[in-house]
């Protein structure tokens, strides 16, 4: 009877493990199917379904990089914004967990941010265990219906369990409308120099300064931007933050404001301004008007809080769409992805203060098979071998050589360009003679989705004696760093193959590519 009963149980252990097994390699099989969808990024962030937006709420704690966003888990078009949330060790590889907060009787969760309150200045806390607060809009759609100017306020929300679980503050709203259309998007700050908690936020067509001793009471401090800048749209998505020079003891303040529409190449973009904050009001450097990306897909970025004193980086991440035609691209289970995570840089050119791009070192990682290329000169256009590299899925490094005298004579542009089977081309390249950068998109693939897709984007950008181009190329979207980082591109594409051949091209002369490195990169859905 023993033996039967043994036996029986032996069976049984068997089936299950087997069911289990077969379930796991279903879930298994599901998320792979899911990841490998057509365009959806391979090491871009982005959610597991459904409609994405702005990165919100960027902050690290305890070893983890809090990454929440703008979400509606009912449909792949916006609708009522809820707080996404992923987190991450490295900024690379990325955990999905449930959803942060969700709309109330207030309204919907618009953009904000979150931070450490190391102090516990609110009281919700302890100073063993500090709470993560979170700072947002609410947006009410009822308000906003009827007509009234007051249907956007600022909340906030804390968490005493590094995020997994949020309770609202109970007297919400911190902040009241004061009667101003387009009051949104909260990126709040210790100011150690005064010790005070600093908020600025995007009011129509510039930001306000706030202040507060514990991030439930607020007074107002300045206004900025009425007159300067690009005002083509709304401001939305603010960032506040010093910089030291790179090599030098001189620092300055970077201020970080988004704008829909207006940005250079149509839509939706992120300009800056450098200068100098005391807590109160921010006095700009210069009246020119910058931008940290000048592709039309990159929006919303703002910067993580709280990253430890010994990392030092100023880390930022952005919005990989463009209004223009964000509800309207080709994916079905998801939409959007985010920028790949970038490093923010402030150097000093000919006496004007510069924001440089450069991918984080952690993106490093994902590296693997990497081929090289000899030095060659090239007119007309050159076939590149590259092997097994998967261009779809790919990190590409090009130096080229400028204004090197030669019996071509020197070309007016060169580039190179990425192909598929079917003819469509994706170009990135430089005008030497209009002294401009350009992505064009005009043949890469699908645009019937919008008119103003198929497009060709300019930056202005003075080469000097060479030029160095660090290309990530993602399934759907191609992100471009130039020296260094001193401009940076990003679009996104959407062909109908993938592109397997690529040429370096050089109009109306010569051009020498000095050196070349391609890798493959590595998926994160693992």
Same mark, same amino acid.
């Given at each position: 009877?023993?033996?039967?009963?043994?036996?029986?149980?032996?069976?049984?252990?068997?089936?299950?493990?087997?069911?289990?097994?077969?379930?796991?390699?279903?879930?298994?099989?599901?998320?792979?199917?899911?990841?490998?969808?057509?365009?959806?990024?391979?090491?871009?962030?982005?959610?597991?379904?459904?409609?994405?937006?702005?990165?919100?709420?960027?902050?690290?704690?305890?070893?983890?990089?809090?990454?929440?966003?703008?979400?509606?888990?009912?449909?792949?078009?916006?609708?009522?914004?809820?707080?996404?949330?992923?987190?991450?060790?490295?900024?690379?590889?990325?955990?999905?967990?449930?959803?942060?907060?969700?709309?109330?009787?207030?309204?919907?969760?618009?953009?904000?941010?979150?931070?450490?309150?190391?102090?516990?200045?609110?009281?919700?806390?302890?100073?063993?265990?500090?709470?993560?607060?979170?700072?947002?809009?609410?947006?009410?759609?009822?308000?906003?219906?009827?007509?009234?100017?007051?249907?956007?306020?600022?909340?906030?929300?804390?968490?005493?369990?590094?995020?997994?679980?949020?309770?609202?503050?109970?007297?919400?709203?911190?902040?009241? $409308?004061? *009667?101003? @259309?387009? /009051?949104?998007?909260?990126?709040?700050? !210790?100011?150690?120099? +005064?010790?005070?908690?600093?908020?600025?936020?995007?009011?129509?067509?510039?930001?306000?300064?706030?202040?507060?001793?514990?991030?439930?009471?607020?007074?107002?401090?300045?206004?900025?931007?009425?007159?300067?800048?690009?005002?083509?749209?709304?401001?939305?998505?603010?960032?506040?933050?010093?910089?030291?020079?790179?090599?030098?003891?001189?620092?300055?303040?970077?201020?970080?404001?988004?704008?829909?529409?207006?940005?250079?190449?149509?839509?939706?973009?992120?300009?800056?301004?450098?200068?100098?904050?005391?807590?109160?009001?921010?006095?700009?450097?210069?009246?020119?008007?910058?931008?940290?990306?000048?592709?039309?897909?990159?929006?919303?970025?703002?910067?993580?809080?709280?990253?430890?004193? $010994?990392? *030092?980086? @100023?880390? /930022?991440?952005?919005?990989?769409?463009? !209004?223009?035609?964000? +509800?309207?691209?080709?994916?079905?289970?998801?939409?959007?992805?985010?920028?790949?995570?970038?490093?923010?840089?402030?150097?000093?050119?000919?006496?004007?203060?510069?924001?440089?791009?450069?991918?984080?070192?952690?993106?490093?990682?994902?590296?693997?098979?990497?081929?090289?290329?000899?030095?060659?000169?090239?007119?007309?256009?050159?076939?590149?071998?590259?092997?097994?590299?998967?261009?779809?899925?790919?990190?590409?490094?090009?130096?080229?050589?400028?204004?090197?005298?030669?019996?071509?004579?020197?070309?007016?542009?060169?580039?190179?360009?990425?192909?598929?089977?079917?003819?469509?081309?994706?170009?990135?390249?430089?005008?030497?003679?209009?002294?401009?950068?350009?992505?064009?998109?005009?043949?890469? *693939?699908?645009?019937? /989705?919008?008119?103003?897709?198929?497009?060709?984007?300019?930056?202005?950008?003075?080469?000097?004696?060479?030029?160095?181009?660090?290309?990530?190329?993602?399934?759907?979207?191609?992100?471009?760093?130039?020296?260094?980082?001193?401009?940076?591109?990003?679009?996104?594409?959407?062909?109908?193959?993938?592109?397997?051949?690529?040429?370096?091209?050089?109009?109306?002369?010569?051009?020498?590519?000095?050196?070349?490195?391609?890798?493959?990169?590595?998926?994160?859905?693992?």
């Amino acid at each position: 009877m023993k033996t039967q009963i043994l036996l029986i149980s032996i069976v049984m252990i068997i089936v299950v493990a087997c069911n289990s097994n077969n379930k796991n390699k279903s879930i298994s099989s599901e998320i792979e199917t899911n990841q490998m969808e057509d365009y959806r990024p391979q090491y871009h962030f982005t959610p597991d379904s459904m409609w994405m937006n702005d990165p919100n709420g960027m902050v690290y704690y305890e070893g983890e990089y809090h990454l929440f966003y703008q979400y509606y888990p009912n449909s792949t078009v916006w609708g009522p914004m809820h707080w996404g949330h992923a987190v991450s060790h490295d900024m690379i590889h990325w955990e999905h967990l449930p959803i942060a907060l969700y709309p109330d009787s207030l309204g919907y969760i618009f953009s904000g941010s979150a931070v450490i309150d190391w102090e516990n200045t609110t009281g919700f806390g302890s100073t063993e265990n500090p709470p993560m607060i979170a700072i947002y809009t609410y947006h009410d759609p009822k308000g906003e219906k009827a007509g009234t100017d007051t249907y956007q306020t600022q909340g906030i929300a804390y968490s005493l369990d590094k995020g997994r679980s949020w309770t609202k503050y109970k007297n919400n709203p911190v902040l009241p $409308n004061p *009667g101003i @259309r387009d /009051f949104r998007d909260p990126k709040v700050i !210790w100011h150690k120099e +005064t010790g005070k908690w600093v908020m600025v936020f995007a009011a129509q067509d510039r930001v306000k300064f706030y202040t507060s001793p514990n991030l439930i009471d607020w007074t107002f401090e300045s206004d900025f931007g009425m007159e300067l800048g690009a005002h083509g749209g709304v401001w939305e998505c603010p960032d506040i933050f010093p910089l030291s020079i790179e090599e030098s003891n001189e620092e300055k303040w970077v201020l970080l404001v988004s704008i829909n529409p207006g940005g250079p190449n149509f839509g939706s973009a992120t300009q800056y301004f450098v200068g100098d904050f005391d807590g109160q009001g921010f006095i700009p450097s210069s009246e020119e008007t910058n931008w940290i990306d000048y592709g039309a897909d990159n929006y919303a970025g703002v910067t993580w809080s709280d990253i430890p004193e $010994n990392d *030092g980086r @100023r880390l /930022f991440i952005g919005w990989m769409s463009n !209004w223009l035609y964000a +509800t309207k691209v080709p994916t079905e289970r998801w939409r959007s992805a985010m920028t790949i995570p970038r490093e923010l840089q402030l150097i000093k050119d000919n006496n004007e203060y510069k924001l440089i791009s450069i991918p984080v070192i952690e993106q490093n990682k994902l590296r693997k098979g990497k081929i090289s290329m000899e030095a060659q000169v090239v007119s007309g256009e050159a076939t590149v071998e590259t092997g097994d590299i998967n261009l779809m899925q790919s990190e590409l490094k090009l130096t080229f050589q400028l204004n090197e005298d030669s019996q071509f004579g020197i070309a007016e542009e060169f580039g190179l360009e990425l192909s598929n089977s079917i003819g469509q081309t994706l170009r990135i390249g430089y005008d030497q003679t209009k002294r401009k950068f350009y992505i064009d998109r005009s043949k890469a *693939g699908r645009f019937e /989705f919008s008119t103003l897709f198929a497009a060709k984007h300019y930056a202005p950008y003075e080469a000097k004696s060479q030029l160095e181009l660090r290309i990530f190329m993602d399934a759907s979207s191609v992100e471009v760093f130039v020296d260094g980082g001193q401009l940076a591109m990003t679009d996104i594409v959407f062909p109908d193959a993938p592109y397997k051949q690529m040429k370096i091209y050089s109009l109306n002369g010569h051009t020498k590519l000095l050196e070349s490195e391609f890798w493959n990169m590595d998926t994160i859905w693992k």
